[in-house]
């Protein structure tokens, strides 16, 4: 009987060591993980496109110095034209877009395939990408500089949120609220 207990001890216990491996594998694989001990994640969105996200970083002279913001640094796998990025991933803000390898986006050609962008309201920065295929862009609330370094030139439609610090609908076209200068001009064909 004390054999047949200790037996079912050591056989639990390397049930639950087994387990507890194979979920800290599993952890090692979230973004959470990834992007905390990697620096960069791959992340499957909502519908399906893989987006790989970095956390910002600068050049200083003890090293590189790692922030809590991401950069969409590319488009990994498009399955859908719409691409919505995320206001947050592995408990991350998405503060940029192409911020760090805008010269990514330039030869990505999953960027020339999507049609609908969807800025997340914690966007601040959009660097300069190849996106002359799209056709909408919604930046809700997002204050991000640089959007009209998207090279959207078949833009069709904007969409921004009237409560948006910096941008602004004005006779078809999105202008920055301070001074009214233009972004976009979406209504030339």
């Known amino acids: 009987m004390k054999r047949t207990k200790v037996l079912t001890f050591i056989l639990l216990t390397l049930v639950l060591l087994a387990i507890a491996s194979a979920g800290s594998l599993y952890y090692r694989t979230t973004p959470h993980y990834l992007l905390r001990h990697e ?17 910002h970083y600068e050049h200083t002279p003890e090293g590189l110095v790692f922030y809590d913001e991401l950069d969409v640094y590319r488009i990994v796998d498009l399955c859908s034209d719409d691409l919505v990025i995320p206001e947050k991933v592995g408990g991350y803000p998405v503060t940029a877009f192409g911020k ?15 049609k609908k962008l969807t ?22 609330n997002s ?13 069709k439609d904007v ?6 610090a910096r941008y602004k609908l004005e006779n078809g076209c999105l202008v920055y609220k301070e001074n009214g200068d233009l972004v976009f001009d979406y209504t030339v064909e």
């Open 39 to 55: 620096y960069a994640a791959d992340v499957t969105l909502d519908n399906g496109n893989v987006v790989r996200f970095i956390r």
């Open 100 to 114: 760090h390898t805008p010269v990514a986006f330039f030869a990505d050609t999953n960027s020339l395939q999507v």
């Open 119 to 140: 800025l997340p309201d914690t966007m601040k920065n959009v660097g300069a990408g190849n996106f002359s295929n799209l056709e909408y862009l919604d930046i809700g």
């Open 143 to 155: 204050t991000a500089y640089g959007l009209c370094q998207l090279d959207a030139y078949n833009l």
């Open 159 to 164: 969409k921004v949120s009237p409560d948006n």
